[in-house]
Every structure is written in C-alpha cells, then in structure tokens.
C-alpha cells in the first residue's frame, strides 16, 4: 500500500512488470477514487471559469472535456481535467492538489449568487480503465452504452444509477489507445469493480498507473 494525497492505495497486486503487460496487451484497471471531483453549477459558472483557468471555455462542446496543465509533486504527476455538460453545469475531476488550486482560483473570483461551487468527492467511485481490449471488458458490463470519443464524456442510466465514463486523457493518452474513465455512485464502487473484472479486467496498483503516465508524458 502507499498514500498519496492523504489517501491509501494499493502500491501493487502483482509485479511491476506483470501489470505494466496487462495495460499493455489486456485490460487493466485502476481504482481511482482518490480523484477529485468538483462540481461547478450556476448562471456564471461559464464567466467565472474563464476568469479563473485564463483559457475561453464557450468554444467547448457540451460533453466535451480539456486537460489542465500537469504539475509534478515529490515524484508524482498531478492533473485535472474540466467537462463541460453545459454552459451552466461543469465538472472538474483530478488530483487533489490540482483541482484545490483550480477552486482556490475560482473562489477568489466568483460571485456566489451566480455560481455553486460543490466538492462531489465522497459520493463518487472512480475506476481507469486502460489496454487494448478494453472495449471487449465495458461492452460486457456497460451493455448498449455508446462509447465516448478522446475528449468526451457522457452520463447515463444504468442499473437505476446515474454513471458517467469519459475519455479524459488524464493520462496523455492517444485515439489509437482504449483508455477510459467510469465514476459511479460510492455505495456501489464495489460492485462495479468487481463487474470489470468478472468480465476480463485484471486490477493493477498505483506504481503501474504512475509508470504509465510517466511513459506517455515522456514519449
């Protein structure tokens, strides 16, 4: 186990070199429920955002997603990445660090009657996952949901649970790679999990994810 950013995650459930295959010639996922997760709603929230990141965010679509700039802290990679579901409901989901400094930004500027800002951490699980036969793992589980595009999100119903999956590049990831992100109510995070992994993912630790990223950001 090791902690990061005052959470406790699996360092690794089997070699370093048999997860990193995994991503690379199967299915691996990654809890990442650690992540932040920031909901920003309001008649300004669209004004106030682009007060707060210096970056226009009205040229984004509605269920699409950028990533911020990456900053690095005592040998780990932290990122964040906003989605847009309209002009008045945006969501931002990254490390702790990242999306603190993002809402410290927000809140020196905002006007409280036009926007609420609401930390949603606690109620969501999140998993990664990541491999080239991941479509095969959430075709299995998430059965008729349609996909999102690099740089898309979408929540849906399922299960009588609203989830949502996206393709947030929190990674640096590429088109051509099969990496996603799915969130889900917490009380049903274990479920989940154990749903991909019935269905052909195999669990890999923090030490793998961070290699990964490592890799990609360097390559």
């Excluded at 990654?30 to 992540?35: A, E, N, Y």
């Excluded at 400094?101 to 809140?107: G, I, P, Q, S, W």
């Excluded at 009380?187 to 890999?204: D, K, N, T």
Aim: charged share 25%; net charge negative; proline share 3%.
């Amino acid at each position: 186990m090791q902690s990061t950013e005052g959470w406790t995650l699996p360092h690794s459930f089997r070699s370093l070199l048999e997860e990193h295959m995994v991503a690379q010639t199967a299915c691996a996922v990654f809890d990442i429920s650690h992540t932040r997760k920031l909901s920003i709603r309001g008649s300004g929230a669209q004004f106030w955002l682009e007060n707060a990141l210096r970056r226009r965010i009205a040229d984004l679509r509605d269920g699409s997603c950028f990533t911020l700039p990456s900053e690095t802290q005592e040998g780990f990679f932290l990122s964040a990445c906003l989605l847009r579901e309209s002009a008045g409901c945006f969501f931002i989901i990254g490390s702790t660090q990242m999306v603190r400094t993002v809402e410290d930004k927000l809140r020196e500027k905002v006007s409280h009657a036009a926007v609420e800002i609401r930390d949603e951490t606690e109620g969501w699980c999140g998993m990664a996952l990541m491999g080239p036969r991941t479509g095969e793992v959430l075709g299995r589980v998430l059965r008729g949901v349609q996909l999102p595009f690099l740089g898309d999100f979408t929540r849906f119903y399922l299960q009588g649970e609203q989830l949502l999956i996206g393709r947030l590049a929190l990674q640096g990831e590429n088109e051509k790679e099969q990496s996603y992100e799915f969130f889900c109510p917490a009380v049903s995070g274990i479920s989940w999990y154990e749903s991909f992994i019935g269905a052909g993912a195999q669990p890999c630790g923090f030490a793998t994810r961070e290699l990964l990223r490592l890799e990609r950001m360097q390559g």
